[in-house]
């Protein structure tokens, strides 16, 4: 029965993505909308992602410093296991589920409010391809704009490693920005923002979905933006583990 339903939401998303990819009617009007977007859901996260990264860096040091001090492990490796942590996982996954707890409830909850105060059935009585018109800015405009929040993300994550080395005396400055630039891989930030491309179309479609056929009231309305939250994560967390196997093997 759980297959069977799964199956049929899973045909239903496929359609629903099939009706958004359209060509939109009139470009000049999708362009707008889509910078509207980014504001709305790219611009107006960074304070967040600010203030997370920079205590989650911090912690990280911290944590590293305390759990590997050991005479046979070399000083600089708390910068070098901090860069990488949030290279490779905190930078695009751990952000992109706090995230779809931010952006993925705002869109569920805007398009399905639009959805039970009859907004919706007003654009397609118009004959406005509601989905293409609501949903593809949003997608486009948070995919756009998603790899610009975790640079930040990672600016701000080692800044705030830097800031305990600074501040306290668990480590030296020399030697945390020594283990910053040890060993350094390039494929480590364009791995992170591959895979924070695929969570934020994960993000900005999921949510969009739930909040498109919702059904009922304003209580569907909190409900649907709870189950798009969820199947966001379930998702960026099954991903995440497809893309690593086939972007770091």
Not at 43 to 56: A, C
Not at 113 to 121: A, G, L, P, S
Request: some cysteine.
């Amino acid at each position: 029965m759980i297959l069977t339903s799964s199956l049929a939401t899973f045909g239903r998303y496929c359609l629903f993505i099939r009706r958004v990819f359209a060509l939109p009617d009139r470009s000049r009007i999708f362009l707008r909308r889509t910078v509207q977007e980014i504001s709305k859901l790219g611009i107006d996260s960074i304070p967040l992602v600010i203030i997370i990264s920079l205590f989650i860096g911090a912690v990280i040091a911290i944590q590293m410093q305390l759990n590997i001090a050991s005479p046979l492990i070399p000083a600089y490796s708390v910068g070098l296991a901090t860069r990488d942590i949030v290279l490779l996982e905190f930078s695009n996954s751990i952000l992109c589920l706090i995230l779809a707890g931010k952006v993925g409830s705002n869109i569920a909850s805007e398009i399905g409010t639009m959805r039970v105060t009859e907004q919706i059935d007003a654009l397609e009585i118009m004959g406005v391809n509601s989905a293409n018109y609501l949903v593809l800015p949003k997608i486009i405009g948070f995919v756009l704009f998603m790899p610009a929040l975790v640079i930040i993300c990672m600016a701000t994550s080692l800044i705030g490693g830097y800031l305990v080395a600074v501040v306290t005396d668990l480590i030296t400055v020399s030697r945390y920005v020594y283990g910053l630039q040890a060993l350094f891989q390039e494929w480590y930030v364009w791995y992170g923002l591959i895979k924070s491309v695929v969570f934020a179309f994960i993000i900005a479609s999921v949510a969009s979905f739930y909040g498109y056929y919702v059904k009922g009231g304003a209580l569907d309305v909190g409900k649907a933006s709870t189950n798009g939250v969820v199947a966001s994560s379930i998702l960026i967390l099954l991903f995440d583990v497809i893309l690593t196997k086939l972007l770091l093997q």
